[in-house]
């Protein structure tokens, strides 16, 4: 079992900057990601680092935000720049374990960019 909160989000303007935090409990945890649901569009995959500290960026993301996790913490973390309206949504942290198929989700924290 694994458990995921996220935390970080919150309002800014345009060209701002902001950092998401996951905070992950359980053991054995593989590739963690963010991902990102608008209102009205279906939840897309923003961000992954996989264990061996590879990752994988969204054309959206890429150039403008860094994927990040410390596994002796279990931390993952997402730093967002030159943050635009179109990234307005709810983050999820995201977790696969290893010999599982199961999908491990956060709450989600909402990001909101607006002027």
């Known amino acids: 079992q694994v458990q995921l909160v996220e935390s970080g989000g919150g309002k800014v303007q345009p060209g701002e900057s902001l950092t998401l935090s996951c905070a992950a409990s359980g053991s054995a945890i593989t590739t963690m990601s963010w991902y990102r649901q608008a209102p009205g569009k279906q939840r897309e995959l923003v961000a992954a680092v996989f264990k061996s500290g590879d990752t994988y960026y969204s054309e959206s993301a890429k150039g403008r935000f860094t994927i990040a996790r410390d596994n002796a913490k279990r931390m993952l973390w997402l730093q967002m720049n030159s943050l635009n309206p179109e990234d307005t949504a709810v983050y999820f942290c995201?977790?696969?374990?290893?010999?599982?198929?199961?999908?491990?989700w956060g709450q989600g924290t909402q990001v909101t960019v607006s002027s």
């Open positions: 995201h977790a696969q374990k290893l010999y599982e198929t199961t999908d491990y």
